[in-house]
C-alpha cells in the first residue's frame, strides 16, 4: 500500500498570506488528523477528520481549518500567516472503526512551511 | 503542562546492548500509548503500541512496557543496532466512553545514538 502523502514538501510564504496544504491518506484510511512541529513545542496535534468531520480539535486559534473530502483526502489551510506558523505539518491516517478507536496513526512526510 | 514526558533529551548505546527509552505521563485519561522514531526530515515512523489493558506488548527487538500505577512507560530495544539511531516520540490518547479519542499526544523525544 502506499503511503500518507503530502503536498507541496516545502513552502516559503509571507506574513499575512494564507496556505492550503494537502494530504492523501494511505488507502481505506478514514481518518486523517494534522499536527505541527516546532523545535519549542514539539509534536502538536492540530485536528482531526472522519467521514468528511472533524471529530477533535487541538487548541491552536481559529486561523487554522481543516477539511476532509469524499475520497478522505484532507487540506488544512492557515490564514493571516504569523512568523510563528513556520513549522513541519504533519498528516497522519488512520484505520479508526466508527466506534473512535485509537488505532495506530501513520504519517507522511510533512509539509515544511516557512513564514518570513 | 507537558502530559507526556520524555526527561531524557538523549541516550547513547553500545551497538548489541539494551536501549531503555523512558516516558511518564499525568492524565490517568490516557488508555493507548505508542511509540513512534523519526530521522531528519522524514514524519514520525510507527514502531509499538499497547493499550492500558496491557502491560507489555512484543514485536521482534521492541518491547514495550506499561505501569500503569506509576503512569510510566519504556521501550525496549534489544539488540541496539546502527539504525536503531533516530528520535523515539512517545504518544498517548484517551479514548471516550462515547466513541472518538483525542489526538495524540507526544512527549518531546530522546534522540537514541547507538555507538559501534
Known amino acids: 500500500k502506499a503511503g500518507v502523502t503530502q503536498t507541496p514538501r516545502y513552502l516559503i510564504k509571507t506574513r499575512g498570506q494564507q496556505v492550503t496544504l494537502s494530504c492523501s491518506p494511505i488507502?481505506?484510511?478514514?481518518?486523517v488528523s494534522w499536527y505541527q512541529q516546532t523545535p519549542g513545542q514539539g509534536l502538536q496535534f492540530l485536528f482531526e477528520?472522519?467521514?468528511?468531520?472533524?471529530?477533535n480539535k487541538g487548541n491552536f486559534p481559529g486561523r487554522f481549518s481543516g477539511r476532509q473530502f469524499s475520497n478522505s483526502r484532507s487540506e488544512m489551510n492557515v490564514s493571516t500567516l504569523e512568523l510563528g506558523d513556520s513549522a513541519l505539518y504533519l498528516c497522519?491516517?488512520?484505520?479508526?472503526?466508527?466506534?473512535?478507536?485509537?488505532?495506530?496513526?501513520?504519517f507522511g512526510p510533512g509539509t515544511r512551511l516557512t513564514v518570513t | 503542562d507537558q502530559q507526556v514526558k520524555q526527561n531524557s533529551p538523549s541516550l547513547s548505546v553500545q551497538e548489541g546492548r539494551i536501549s531503555i527509552l523512558n516516558c511518564d505521563y499525568t492524565?490517568?485519561?490516557?488508555?493507548?500509548f505508542l511509540w513512534y522514531k523519526k530521522y531528519p526530515a522524514e514524519g514520525p515512523t510507527f514502531l509499538i503500541s499497547?493499550?492500558?489493558?496491557?502491560d507489555k506488548n512484543e514485536d521482534g527487538r521492541f518491547t514495550v512496557f506499561l505501569n500503569k500505577s506509576a503512569k510510566h512507560l519504556s521501550l525496549h530495544i534489544v539488540p541496539s543496532q546502527p539504525g536503531d539511531s533516530a528520535v523515539y516520540f512517545c504518544?498517548?490518547?484517551?479514548?471516550?466512553?462515547?466513541?472518538?479519542?483525542?489526538?495524540?499526544?507526544f512527549g518531546k523525544g530522546t534522540h537514541l545514538i547507538i555507538q559501534p
Open positions: 499497547i493499550s492500558s489493558i496491557k
Open positions: 497522519a491516517s488512520s484505520g479508526k472503526s466508527d466506534r473512535g478507536l485509537s488505532y495506530e496513526q501513520y
Open positions: 488507502s481505506g484510511h478514514r481518518s
Open positions: 504518544a498517548a490518547s484517551a479514548r471516550y466512553s462515547g466513541g472518538g479519542a483525542d489526538g495524540l499526544t
Open positions: 492524565n490517568s485519561m490516557f488508555d493507548y
Open positions: 477528520y472522519f467521514s468528511e468531520t472533524q471529530r
